[in-house]
């Protein structure tokens, strides 16, 4: 039997123009070796991840997701939680289209975005789990997170709304920090902070240099604390992200990997943000599942240090291996086993 494949197209995102390029579109796909045919989306609030669940339940093999940030995130919410996960493409037509800067997908040529299926290349991507929701790429929390709720659309990326900001002095007294509690593999922060954030990619609100040294396959998040920071200091740190990552050793940010964070408000209410939208109120528990989902990518753009590409079962292998030999009594560690 042929391949199977769907497009979920947003017919209302971004530019709108993915109407216009789908006879070409469902041609490359058709090119590919797929038996595809398209299904737009409504303006119900789920409409793309139901869709999503459908086709996948029906043995789908490939799932196009085609629109912006959202829509790829409702399609990882319709399979993410299945045995049978078809492999995903997206066709980016969205403001910020973080995900296809992250995996080096066109971003102003739809035609061009399905055509990377050619190359045959793809990446088992890690997901995040956030209590019973899924997402791509951003979590994050704090008072700094929720400012975006009442920016225009087009400002509602991470750190988008800075220039936002910058304009809307009188938003500046609600910059206070809250209390939280965070616990990350190997460590907890408890006291003020500004902001925490859990990235997937290197791509953040458009920016790459917020998290320098994502990796897309290693099963860990890169966490952000922003302690207690004033707009002045907010300001200052963001120099230094645009300077070449240099906010990672900043004083007043902890930067770690870890694949598990459980975060939790003391005394306020913490709002979680979920790859730009509200994603529900902490307490909430932030899991990575590792390699989870297979997305066509073009590989040959991507650094070599953002994917591992190993098996799970070799990655596995080999955190047994590392664990055994830090249980080593100190001599053997050295190579000395007498
Ligand atoms: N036919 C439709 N009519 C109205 N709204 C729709 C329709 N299809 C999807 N939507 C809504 O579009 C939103 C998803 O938008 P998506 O992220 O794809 O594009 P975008 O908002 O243009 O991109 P970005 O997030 O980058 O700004 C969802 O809220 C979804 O409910």
Redesign the pocket.
Known sequence: MRKRARVIY?????REALKDDMIDILAVYEKAGYETSAY?????????RDEAYRVAKEGFDLIIAA?????I??VVNGIAGLRHRPKMAIIP?????DYARALRIPREDPVGAAKIVLKDQSIHMDIGKANDQYFINIAAGGLLTELTYDVP??M?SLFGYLAYLVKGAELMPQIKPIQMDIKYDGGEFHGEASMFLLALTNSVGGFEQIVPDASLDDGKFTMIIVKSANMFEMMRLMTLVLNGGKHINDPKVIYRKTSKVVAKPVDNRMMINLD?EYGGDAPMTFKNLARHIEMVANLDEIPDDAVLGLPADVQKAEEKFIKAVEKLPEDEKNGKTE
């Open positions: 947003n017919p209302t995102s971004g737009a989306t409504t303006p119900e609030p789920n409409s793309a629109g912006g940030d959202g829509t995130n409702q037509a969205g403001t910020t289209n659309s087009q509602k730009g």
